[in-house]
């Protein structure tokens, strides 16, 4: 009986030790998860039950000058799936692929993926969302997201650029100004039950879309559709590969207009190529040619080397240097300096830069602004090729003269104007305005910038005169002329170079046409360029009429009145005989009775009948626009009893 009683109590003894020991591991455990090992396992239990649910923001929306929206943020809907949910994969795979236009296999392949989330289709139409909502299945949801919309479509396409499915800017403004659009991107702490649902562990009440700030451009969406029909139609009319068109404000360096052909929708920019969506204006480089001898000219007039009325001598068309033959368009003997920018003389052009020398031509190319960034708030912008001095051949003198063996992006070509027109400054250009928040706080304003002065106003007003020259009777812009204004510009056309052979390609080149208007009061600096036309390829007939429609359209848009109403308007197609009797100007008193036909070929109807009228001839004019064809030709001896017949067009 004693020993039962102590082997109880030893029994006790014992299990009252291991239970001790029992209690005291489990303390230590107890212990070690919660003190030393309790912030590791609490982030461990939360990574497996609690997630952080990113939002998309709703960007912000960008606006024209005006206030016009070109870019919006609305709400759209997007099917996902669960796919360990599902049951009947098929059936359901072939009822959303039908309600959502889908192919079938695609949507199988997704639903039998071994992932416990996919989407079905992002952004989906209000049609779509209630056939996908008939469907009713579990697993099958719908998400609301923000959507961007191109009201517009694909007016200032390249421009605007576009953004990806997660709401972000890959493209122009949507990408420059991505991180003031975009805004704050939300959260919200989300529960996930043990199948892996979502529970909103801050209620609904904390899932708001941050909206990001509204950005204001410069653009006159006026001025930009109207640049972009005219740089379709004169694409299209000259069987061009593209164009561009660059309006801006010369005093402030703000963009009025940036078109590029062919468009771009950036509401469907998926199924557009990069070559669309890519802006040539501030991405691509050319070789400018003519057009740049106002920046020579510039430079000739700022060091003193030429006076307006210099005499060169022309070569009569062929001119033999440093190894090379220079041509021109037309045989010219003597020329005085203005009259080598209004006709285009390479030959005087190489004349000039001779006299100038590389030292003191290059500086001015630099001061321009070109071989470097404009510093446009655009993505992607180029810097151009322009070689240091040290690397010019013996030819490079002279083909840097007229455009030859450089590089520009039509952006740098507009600032370099735009500094003739306000004065001699060349500005930084622009095309936003300011970023404004949602709380109406003014995030960034721009204003004009000046970069550095390029030549004194003295030189500047001397060589607008000239170029006024460019677009007066016998230039070769004279289809850029605007009735009732003042128009200064230059008319380009350069060979393209042949990237694959070396030297230039004989069948492509680039026409444009570049200028200001009015020329006493510039408003608008305007180049527009047209890629390898195959109709026609002069500057002076490819690009100027489309400089001259859009920059009178952008006149009256902008409510500036001309200097003077025309003095005379016919009907399209109009047979008109026009007399003048008695002898006219001094020109037709000195060639008596028998004399050469001049040339009126590209006169405007005013300018030929002033001519015709000075010389006492007796003219029938039959259209309107310009003389395209006259008869007899220019040169041909004719007497005076006879009627000379011009024919005009455009």
Known sequence: MKRS????????????????LLFLALGLRAFQLHMLEGEKLKRLGERQHLEEWTLLPKRGTILDRAGEPLALSLEGQSVYARPRRLKEEDGVARKLAQALNLDPLLVRQKLKAERPFVWIKRQITPKEAERVKAVHREGIGISYEPNRYYPQGR?????????GRDSQGLE????HYDGYLRGATGSSVVE??????????????????PSGADVHLTLDTTIQHLAEKQLEAAVTRFRAKAGVAVAVE???????????????D?????????????????????EPGSTFKAILAAA????????????????????????????????HGWL???RIIQYSSNIGAAKVAERLRKERYFPYIERFGFGQPTGIDLPGEAAGLVRPPSQWSLIDLAAHSFGQGIAVTPMQLVMAYAAIANGGHLLRPFVVRRVVSQRGEVLLARQPHIVRRVITEKSARLLTSILQGVVSDGGTGVLARIEGFKVAGKTGTAQKPDLTNGGYDADKRSASFVGFVPADDPRLVLLVLIDEPKVDVHGGAVAAPAFQNIARGALLHLGVAPEKSAALLLARGQVTPVRFGGKGGSEAADLGGLFGVPDFTGLSLRAAIAKARSLGLRVEIRGNGYVVQQSPAPGVGWGRGKTLVLILRG
């Open 172 to 175: 122009g403004i949507e990408l």
């Open 5 to 20: 009683h102590r082997q109880m109590k030893a029994r006790l003894a014992f299990t009252g030790i291991l239970f001790s």
């Open 155 to 163: 007016v200032a396409g390249q421009l605007l650029g576009f953004v």
């Open 266 to 286: 950036p509401n469907d920019f998926t199924h557009q190529s990069a070559q669309q969506w890519r802006n040539r204006a501030v991405a691509d480089s050319y």
């Open 250 to 264: 010369p005093f402030t360096g703000e963009v009025l207009a940036l078109a590029n052909y062919p468009f771009f």
């Open 192 to 209: 996930r039950d043990a199948l892996g649902r979502r529970l909103l562990a801050g209620g609904v009440e904390g899932i708001q879309l």
């Open 300 to 331: 000739a007039l700022e060091e003193g080397v030429v006076g307006r009325d210099d005499l060169f001598y022309c070569e009569l068309g062929s001119y033999s240097y440093a190894g090379k033959i220079i041509h021109d368009t037309h045989r």
């Open 336 to 338: 005085p300096f203005y």
